[in-house]
T-cell receptor, first 115, second 114 residues
Framework: GAGVSQSPRYKVTKRGQDVALRCDPI?????LYWYRQALGQGPEFLTY????????KSGLPNDRFSAERPEGSISTLTIQRTEQRDSAMYRC?????????????FGPGTRLTVL | DQQVKQNSPSLSVQEGRISILNCDYT??????FLWYKKYPAEGPTFLIS?????DKNEDGRFTVFLNKSAKHLSLHIVPSQPGDSAVYFC?????????????FGQGTTLQVKP
């Protein structure tokens, strides 16, 4: 079956613009995670959902970042008033549940560049 | 502060030999550890995991060792193959009870030479 998909794969935007990054998880996966990965670093947790409920948003850097998963499937990560420091790879992962032993399947990521 | 650290950015090994990738952590609340492997232009994929109640877990050529007293884990690949060349991330969870939130290290790039 299809894996986790993310769109767009690449996004270039100007500082101050809003961007919306989309994640389409594996069908039937309850949990959905967003991570941010800077060059040369590992993924950094941002937020996660079980179904449509946002369970933990402790990793969101500030209030310009928000995420939603209104129907418990596709999720959107929105960054308002983008800044150059927001440039990074944004990764989405999904899993059957949020228990630690549930494998997280990662998407290919969206490379965001803020000019 | 980096709670999960991979202090070696890169490692080069000859095909057929053992590859040893190391990872240290600082938070004693971590109780589940994972290794992910990442090829260029792809997302990380799960490789192997270990619970803190064990000190070793083996899956084919891959073995993960956990030393809780030293807060250290390592991934052994024997024998190494050119297809193992990738970036390897160590990750930990358990910081927030029973969630899948993962804390990753910086990654180690492994190159296996034919």
């Amino acid at each position: 079956g299809a894996g986790v998909s993310q769109s767009p794969r690449y996004k270039v935007t100007k500082r101050g613009q809003d961007v919306a990054l989309r994640c389409d998880p594996i069908s039937g996966h309850v949990s959905l995670y967003w991570y941010r990965q800077a060059l040369g670093q590992g993924p950094e947790f941002l937020t996660y959902f079980n179904y449509e409920a946002q369970q933990d948003k402790s990793g969101l850097p500030n209030d310009r970042f928000s995420a939603e998963r209104p129907e418990g499937s596709i999720s959107t990560l929105t960054i308002q008033r983008t800044e150059q420091r927001d440039s990074a790879m944004y990764r989405c992962a999904s899993s059957l549940g949020d228990a630690r032993y549930n494998e997280q399947f990662f998407g290919p990521g969206t490379r965001l560049t803020v000019l | 502060d980096q709670q999960v650290k991979q202090n070696s950015p890169s490692l080069s090994v000859q095909e057929g030999r053992i590859s040893i990738l190391n990872c240290d952590y600082t938070n004693s609340m971590f109780d589940y550890f994972l290794w992910y492997k990442k090829y260029p232009a792809e997302g990380p994929t799960f490789l192997i995991s270990i619970s803190s109640i064990k000190d070793k877990n083996e899956d084919g050529r891959f073995t993960v060792f956990l030393n809780k007293s030293a807060k250290h884990l390592s991934l052994h690949i024997v024998p190494s193959q050119p297809g193992d060349s990738a970036v390897y991330f160590c990750a930990a969870s358990g910081y927030s009870s029973n969630t899948g939130k993962l804390i990753f290290g910086q990654g180690t790039t492994l190159q296996v030479k034919p």
